[in-house]
């Protein structure tokens, strides 16, 4: 969240025409949340890898799966990638996966598998390879069954020229919780060096254990959470293997492209079919209220209420709120906006310090924030317990217990400190959010921007049709000198173009905002009312017991809000006119003299957001890939993470 709720400045307005002209597409088309398999787990994944002079890569995973509740399941399927976008944003290649000599084996469940493969339809540079295990006429009634899958890769390998490589994503983020997963690599030549990276997306944080043990590199992780990957590289001697570089080729182009460049489409029935299209999708999206009930009011009985909904006369009669809402910061962050970005990462370390779970101390005049763990049971939320072993924990080399809490300091400032802590933070106050009936869709996972500043329709279609004017009349002149073709058929074209980027743009940012359910809806409106007073009060309106740190208490919703230089003012004024004391909170254990309300707070606040935020590219050379995409090296290029090799892919039961 990195707008206040009901300000309503122009740059918002354009924002949110954008989000009412565009997310009918990346809404309808994004996959929904795991549904009866979400409950499954695997007790152990073994996997062997084994790297011929050819280049092949041989694969054998014998995984115990342990299904979840809904038992009765027929069997698993697992995904394996066969073509992704390879390199950077820039590398307009493919790398292509070929699978073969396919086999499964169980001793104590049906191992009759079916293949197919299927790309994306909407970016047909990703497809997978679906292998689907088990028998439609047969249930399984065990908790437990084996598995295991053979299959040989071409293409896999990577080449420097000082070595070969195999960097690769042993899991995707489509597989459940994995108790213990165990990688043996054999290459020729034996492994020279090993990398290995476990968590989210883009996470660097080293696996449980990466040796090299007799020439063969053997990695584990354990606990590996739903959503989490595993990413292994192994260096290869230069010279051993034929076939060492990825197949690569030009990057896929989807359907609607190929329509486009061959003039195929009705513009301007296109584009009022889409601009229709987003419309209902937008009210279908709207926020739900409990009828006769007044804003910020949750009734006794909620569920026997009932339920409309959301309108711009309801948002407009929120009442003024002189207390912080009846909810943690970071839902409250996560109700505005429907996403939780790095605003909610340091109003949540504030708010653990207000509440005795650390202590934070600042220097150089709070550009250099630093932290140290008081009390871990102060923190009673499960995100909150998370969040402190991803910034405090530590590794046990002994290898008995995942994680310990260390007693050093830690350096908040340095750029990409917090960013695991910030992830994780996203998705448990999401899970959480949505499993307590807040919201019945969240935004994008991570970020900033967004706000809940009511529509204007007339505002939004006047910008959105000279900026669409503008764009058309852009792709037309292109059109035209490209292909060299008539002015009829590239208006078309030109059309057909505007109604998707209508469609997709807009339904893409309404659905960053999420949906809230009435409950959810009342509980914004607390915050929205909370915010108002603290972006309206002066000094000698607020109002507060005597003894009370108000300063304190309210500084965590004013970091969300991005209110923190106003409250901190405020503050100085209290100060002035003797009612708050000069010297720093509880919470504070560096040097008194220092702390100052005014310029202390909002550098502290902005170096805690730049530990929250990713490690600025280097402007150097090196490839690497992003998320979601091969490419690049782990020994070299800035190194390697979570999600950078190729492969991966998911499973899950059926």
């Given at each position: 969240m990195s707008?206040?709720?009901?300000?309503?400045?122009?740059g918002?307005?354009?924002?949110l025409l954008l989000a009412?002209l565009?997310?009918?597409?990346?809404?309808?088309?994004?996959?929904?949340?795991a549904?009866?398999?979400?409950?499954d787990?695997?007790?152990?994944?073994?996997?062997?890898?084994t790297?011929?002079?050819?280049?092949?890569?041989?694969v054998?995973?014998?995984?115990?799966w342990?299904f979840?509740?809904?038992?009765?399941?027929h069997?698993?399927?697992?995904?394996?990638?066969?073509?992704?976008p390879?390199g950077?944003e820039?590398?307009k290649?493919d790398?292509?996966?070929e699978?073969?000599d396919?086999?499964?084996?169980?001793?104590?469940?049906s191992?009759?598998?079916?293949t197919?493969?299927?790309c994306?339809?909407?970016?047909?540079?990703?497809?997978?390879?679906?292998?689907?295990i088990?028998d439609?006429?047969k249930?399984i009634t065990?908790?437990?069954a084996?598995y295991?899958?053979d299959y040989?890769?071409?293409?896999?390998?990577?080449g420097s020229?000082?070595y070969?490589?195999l960097?690769?994503?042993?899991v995707?983020?489509e597989?459940?919780?994995?108790d213990?997963l165990?990688?043996?690599?054999d290459v020729?030549g034996g492994?020279?060096d090993?990398?290995?990276?476990?968590g989210r997306a883009?996470s660097?944080?080293?696996c449980t254990?990466?040796t090299?043990?007799?020439?063969?590199?053997?990695f584990?992780?354990r606990?590996?959470a739903?959503?989490e990957?595993m990413t292994i590289?192994?260096?290869?001697?230069a010279?051993l293997?034929?076939?060492?570089?990825p197949?690569?080729e030009d990057a896929?182009?989807?359907?609607?492209?190929k329509a486009?460049?061959?003039?195929?489409g009705?513009g301007?029935?296109?584009t009022?079919?889409a601009a229709g299209?987003?419309?209902?999708y937008?009210?279908?999206r709207?926020?739900?209220?409990?009828?006769g009930?007044p804003p910020g009011?949750?009734p006794?009985?909620p569920?026997?209420?009932?339920?409309?909904?959301?309108t711009k006369?309801d948002r407009?009669t929120i009442?003024?709120r002189?207390?912080?809402p009846?909810?943690?910061?970071?839902?409250g962050g996560?109700?505005?906006?429907?996403?939780?970005?790095?605003?909610?990462?340091?109003a949540v370390?504030?708010d653990?310090a207000?509440?005795?779970?650390?202590?934070?101390?600042?220097?150089?005049?709070?550009?250099?924030t630093y932290?140290?763990l008081?009390d871990a049971?102060?923190?009673?939320?499960?995100y909150?317990?998370?969040?402190?072993?991803?910034?405090?924990?530590?590794?046990?080399?002994s290898?008995?217990?995942?994680l310990?809490?260390?007693?050093r300091?830690?350096?908040?400032h340095?750029?990409?400190?917090?960013?695991?802590?910030?992830?994780?933070?996203?998705?448990?106050?999401?899970?959480?959010?949505?499993?307590?009936?807040?919201m019945?869709?969240?935004g994008?996972v991570?970020?900033g921007?967004?706000?809940n500043v009511?529509i204007?329709?007339f505002l939004y279609?006047?910008l959105f049709?000279?900026?669409?004017?503008g764009?058309?009349g852009i792709?037309?002149s292109?059109l035209?000198s490209?292909?060299?073709?008539?002015?009829?058929?590239?208006?078309?074209?030109?059309g057909?173009?505007?109604a998707i980027?209508?469609?997709?743009?807009?339904?893409w940012l309404?659905?960053?905002?999420?949906?809230?359910?009435?409950?959810?809806?009342a509980?914004?409106d607390?915050?929205?009312?909370f915010?108002e007073y603290?972006?309206t009060?002066?000094?000698?309106?607020i109002r507060?017991?005597?003894?009370q740190?108000?300063?304190?208490?309210?500084?965590?919703?004013?970091?969300?809000f991005?209110?923190?230089?106003?409250?901190s003012?405020?503050c100085?004024?209290l100060?002035?006119?003797g009612?708050i004391?000069?010297?720093?909170?509880?919470?504070?254990?560096?040097?008194?003299y220092?702390?100052?309300?005014?310029y202390?707070?909002?550098?502290?606040?902005h170096?805690?957001?730049?530990?929250?935020?990713?490690v600025?590219s280097?402007?150097g050379g090196?490839?690497?890939?992003?998320?979601?995409s091969?490419?690049?090296?782990a020994f070299s290029?800035?190194?390697?993470?979570?999600?950078?090799g190729g492969g991966?892919g998911g499973?899950?039961?059926?």
């Open positions: 707008h206040s709720p009901t300000a309503g400045t122009a918002r307005r354009l924002g009412a565009g997310l009918v597409v990346a809404g309808l088309v994004t996959p929904g949340v549904q009866a398999q979400s409950a787990s695997v007790d152990s994944w073994d996997v062997t890898y790297v011929d002079t050819d280049g092949l890569l041989h054998s995973e014998t995984l115990v342990r979840g509740s809904n038992s009765g399941r069997g698993i399927t697992r995904t394996l990638p066969t073509r992704e390879f950077n820039d590398d290649r790398a292509v996966y699978i073969s396919i086999s499964v084996s169980s001793p104590d469940a191992a009759a598998f079916t197919s493969i299927k994306d339809q909407d970016d047909p540079r990703d497809c997978l390879e679906t292998i689907r088990g439609a006429n249930r065990s908790a437990t084996t295991t899958i040989t890769v071409s293409g896999a390998l990577r020229g000082d070969d490589e960097y690769w994503d042993v995707g983020t597989t459940p919780q994995v213990l165990t990688v043996t690599v020729p492994a020279q090993t990398r290995c990276y476990a883009g660097t944080d080293a254990s990466a090299i043990t007799g020439g063969k590199a053997v584990t992780e606990n590996k739903q959503g990957m590289a192994v260096q290869i001697t010279g293997i034929s076939d060492n570089r197949h690569l896929a182009v989807s359907n609607a492209t486009l460049r061959s003039g195929l009705v301007g029935a296109g009022a079919a299209g987003l419309l209902a937008r009210r279908h709207r926020d739900e209220r409990f009828d009930i009011t949750v006794t009985s569920e026997t209420v009932r339920v409309r909904a959301d006369v407009d009442p003024v002189v207390t912080p009846d909810l943690p910061v970071p839902v996560l109700l505005i906006d429907g996403r939780i970005g790095v605003r909610e990462t340091s370390l504030v653990l207000v509440r005795g779970a650390i202590q934070l101390r600042a220097e150089d005049d709070g550009d250099k932290a140290r008081v049971s102060r923190a009673t939320q499960p909150e317990q998370r969040f402190l072993r991803d910034v405090f924990g530590k590794r046990d080399p290898g008995k217990n995942a310990k809490y260390s007693s300091e830690v350096a908040l340095k750029p990409g400190k917090l960013l695991k802590a910030s992830e994780e933070l996203s998705h448990q106050v999401n899970d959480s959010a949505t499993s307590l009936g807040l019945k869709h969240t994008k991570g970020g921007g967004g706000s009511p204007r329709g279609a006047l049709l000279v900026w669409g004017m764009a058309s792709v037309l292109g035209l490209i292909f060299k073709t008539s002015g009829y058929r590239v208006g078309i074209v030109a057909l173009v505007f980027t209508i469609f997709v743009v807009g339904a309404i659905r960053r905002r999420g949906q809230r359910t009435a409950l959810g809806r509980f914004t607390q915050v929205d009312g915010y603290l972006s009060a002066e000094a000698d309106q507060f017991e005597e003894g740190d108000i300063f304190s208490q309210y500084l965590p919703w004013a970091i969300a991005d209110l923190t230089d106003r409250w003012q405020i100085e004024q100060v002035a006119l009612r004391p000069s010297t720093p909170p509880a919470w504070y254990y560096g040097d008194p220092s702390f100052h309300y005014g202390f707070v909002g550098s502290m606040v170096s805690m957001n730049t530990g929250a935020s990713p600025p280097s402007s090196g490839s690497g890939g992003g998320f979601g091969s490419g690049g090296s290029g800035g190194g390697g993470f979570s999600g950078g991966g499973a899950s039961s059926w």
